[in-house]
């Protein structure tokens, strides 16, 4: 057996530390929030400007990727029309478990301005929603804000526990 | 001094009888110039189909012409007057007052920079003949026409909703389209993604702006002055601000904690 020059338990730092499965998978997950590029109109440039080098949201290990399936967030980044409520809904659908959603903006959240035939009154008519940004546009510090407070939610939540179900799965 | 006298007997009836809306005033229409480009452009229409009207406004030839005529006629004027591009194309709501549309064609020679504007007056549900052969930019214009006028055009490669979805139903450029859309559109996302039984789910659209819901002081709370979930309403107006947090208190499982003492906040741009 090998023998250590360390003697660990007294230099006070095991190699190890002790935690729960819970905290663990949420550490990893709330860590890892993967974005789904969502620009709808114009909050779509504020979503850049905060994946972007000044606001950097690579630090908090949110990336944005271009496909639903590597997603663990849909930023609904501007206005939801009635054209596009249905591509919305497939491809929350095509997201993997553990799913979350920002409705970020006016629009998003109650339609907005757009008090029109062609406009979704609320991205949260089609898909669950997570959070709400309000603000027209909400600034890259809104959309950073709640990126912190979704990785608080996460977590809080019991990592094996599969997600409750939402309003019309 | 005296101020001037005007008289004010009867306001409240002038008042109801002058326009309450702005009325923008009309373009003057000139007439057509004796000799000159337009003259002969017009000359050239008018020897093969009748002219309703044709009038100079902002310095631009108007042509009106019957329905029927709108391709032969476009085709004179390109191919013997070299009118080659048509930069618009699309229709007026006039249904209230004439029962029908008034669809213009604005044509521009790219040799002598002048433009025409050709316009004809379609009843409802008449239809009109396609300009796609003449120019190939009158392939979407006439389906945009036809999706959110209801213009139909014969003889259109393609004649298929252009912005709507394919199953919309109505006209939504149509004067008499309610802005806030008709049952269909205010249902429609409901009914194509979850079904019609899914409408006593999910609720109406709420389209009040203004409306006050005694719950949003439950659900929604000021930044920087949260209260707790159901907390009553007159917690809310409390002037001491709570911290904005980013971390929960107890610390972040293998994260350093943030101290806001050692953190730098820079309070000007570099
Ligand atoms: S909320 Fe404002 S900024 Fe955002 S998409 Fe709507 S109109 Fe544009």
Known sequence: MAQHQVNYTQSGG?????TTVDKIINWGRSNSIWALTYGLACCAIEMMASGASRYDFDRFGTIFRASPRQADVMIVAGTLTKKHAEFIRRLYDQMSEPKWVISMGSCANTGGMFNTYATVQGCDRVIPVDLYLPGCAPR??????AVMLLQQKIRKESANKSQKPKRLV | MMRPYTPKDNVQAKAYYTDRYW???RVPEEPVPEEGVYAE???AVKSAHEVLKAYIQRGQLVIHINPEDNFDVLKILKEERWYEMLSELSAVDFLAERGGFEIFYQILNLNTARR???KCFVEENRAIESVNPLYRSADWAEREMWDLMGVKVNNHPYLKRLIMPDDWEGHPLRKTYPLEGDEFAQWYEVDKIFGKD?????GPENRDP???DRYDTERFARLGYEVPRGAPADMVDKTEETPIRYQEEEGVFLIKELSPDKSKVLD???
Do not use: F, G, S
């Not at chain 2, 899914?198 to 999910?202: F, L, N, Q, T, W």
């Open chain 1, 14 to 18: 095991l190699p190890v530390a002790l």
């Open chain 1, 140 to 145: 890259p510090e809104t959309l950073q804000y």
């Open chain 2, 23 to 25: 009325v923008a005033p």
């Open chain 2, 41 to 43: 452009d017009l000359a």
């Open chain 2, 116 to 118: 025409i504007r050709v």
């Open chain 2, 198 to 202: 899914a409408r006593d789910v999910i």
């Open chain 2, 210 to 212: 203004a409306r006050i």
């Open chain 2, 268 to 270: 000007r741009r570099k």
